[in-house]
Structure formats: C-alpha cells, structure tokens
C-alpha cells in the first residue's frame, strides 16, 4: 500500500513538472527555428538548423531591445536598493523602537498588497503628468519602489522579529544607538530577507508591463517588456524572433535565482515563522 501510494504521487509529481517545462520547451523549440522553418514544420518538430542566434540578431536590430534593457536593468537595480533600504529600516522601527500604533502603521503600509494594482493606474497618470514625472525614468523608479515596500516590510518585520533582544540588549550595553544598532547588527544579518526582497521585487520590476505601458511612451523611459510586447504587432509579429527575445530577457532573472538560491529558502522560512 505504501509502494503504491509513493508511486502515485511520483507520478503526479513528474506530470506536473513536464506540465511546467512544456511552455518553456516551447519557446525554445520557436525561438531556434527560423522564420521559414518555424511556418513550414509542425510546431514541436525539432529544427533542423540552430538559428537563435540570428533571430536574436535580428530583434536586436529590428527592435532595439538593447536600448530599453538598459532601462529595465536601472528600475531593477535602483528600485530594489531603494526598497530594501526603505523596507529594512521600517521593518526595524516597528519591530524595534515599538513607534506609538507601531501595529496600525504596519498594517496601513501592508494593505498596499491588498489591492489590485490596476487601481493605481488612473491616480498615477494624472499625478505624473501633472508634476512632470510621466515618461521620465525617475518617475518609474518612484513607482516600483513605492509598490514593493509592502511586501518586502513584511518580509523584513518577520525576520527582525526572530532576532532575540537579548543581542539588542548588550549592543546597547556597548554603547550603539539605534542607528548603529540597525546598521551593525540587524542589517549585517538580513542577508537571507534582502535575498528574498531582491528576487521577488527585482524580478517583478524587471517583468512589468502593466506600468510601463500606462505611465511611458517612448524608448528613453520605456521598460524592456513594453518593447517585447512591441515585437508582437498588429498580426502577431514573427514568432522566432519573439521567443528569441523572450529568452534574452529572461537572463537576467534566471541569473538573479541562481546567485541567490541560497538564501533564498531560509529567508523565506524566517520571515514566516517571525509572523
């Protein structure tokens, strides 16, 4: 009975996992075809020519991916250092200093992952265009941050949580004020939080469309996924050079995962078990 009901859940197992790889064998089926190739041959025959390279070529040329991956690497990179120091220095004033309704302020600050974030749309639009900051690489980097606070807060206040008072207690002793409390004891041991924060924010920045298109409309402010989305067209555009393009914008996140898988898990299991 015990052999049975392991091979069952093996099985259920292995046919969830080729259910998540199937759309990922997919883009890379299509993107290592030619066009010519891709509508001449069934969509999962395998290519007879190995031809990624020229179709990410040619996106780069036809498209300019080059110039709005930049921009997407800037909202990613200064938008979560923006994030994780807002976030961890929050985190620590509630969990630490214990500020008057510190619990009311957490709430109110965390309620911002309630709502859809289509709501903001509107708001956002008018507000950007009427202090100037539409279609401008500040204003985006504005929003990202201000939009992954929340869920990094809690991420940060679950961990800061499991830090015993006792390692506060005796940094006090030593003569640390509450700066240097956050800046030599606390932010020194959220390696794991911050590897959590970076991947999903970071990863989340770097995927907007939804933003991108709404608040940007033209290449010097504009996300690398608006261009992607572009590529497509009115008649749906070429498909290899598409998934070539898909996969050049995945790097950065499939990178981002690989450097910190590490931490990743444990972060994860701290923050929760702090809440």
């Known amino acids: 009975m015990v052999v049975l009901r392991k091979t069952i859940t093996y ?7 080729l259910a998540w790889l199937l759309p990922i064998f997919s883009v890379i089926q299509a993107a290592v075809k030619s066009p ?3 509508n001449s041959s069934s969509f999962f025959q395998f290519p007879t020519k190995f031809a990624l390279f020229d179709n990410f070529k040619k996106a780069i040329q036809q498209w300019k991916l080059q110039e709005f991956y930049l921009n997407s690497i800037i909202y990613s990179v200064v938008g979560g250092l923006i994030t994780i120091i807002t976030a961890s220095m929050a985190a620590f004033s509630i969990v630490r200093l214990k500020p008057k309704f ?7 600050i965390y309620s911002g992952t309630l709502f859809p974030f289509q709501m903001y749309l509107i708001p956002l639009y008018r507000i950007f265009n009427q202090t100037g900051l539409y ?6 980097i504005l929003v990202y941050s201000a939009l992954a606070i929340p869920f990094s807060l809690f991420v940060y206040r679950g961990f800061y949580s499991t830090i015993p008072k006792e390692i506060e207690d005796a940094a006090m002793i030593d003569g640390c004020n509450s700066f240097q409390l956050y800046t030599k004891i606390f932010l020194p041991q959220s390696i794991a939080p ?3 924060v970076a991947l999903f924010q970071m990863s989340w920045i770097w995927n907007d469309l939804l933003f991108g298109m709404v608040l940007t409309r033209t290449g010097n402010a504009r996300p690398v996924m608006v261009s992607l989305a572009s590529m497509s067209g009115v008649s749906g555009g070429i498909i290899p050079y598409i998934m070539s393009g898909v996969i050049f914008t995945s790097l950065p996140t499939i990178l981002l995962f690989i450097l910190l ?5 444990s972060g994860m299991v ?3 078990a702090g809440d």
Do not use: C, H, P, W
């Open 11 to 17: 099985i259920i197992i292995i046919l969830l996992a």
């Open 36 to 38: 010519e190739q891709f």
């Open 102 to 108: 510190n619990f009311v302020l957490f709430l109110i």
């Open 135 to 140: 279609d401008t690489k500040t204003g985006m």
């Open 194 to 196: 911050t590897a959590v």
């Open 261 to 265: 898988r590490r931490y990743f898990i």
């Open 270 to 272: 701290l923050s929760v």
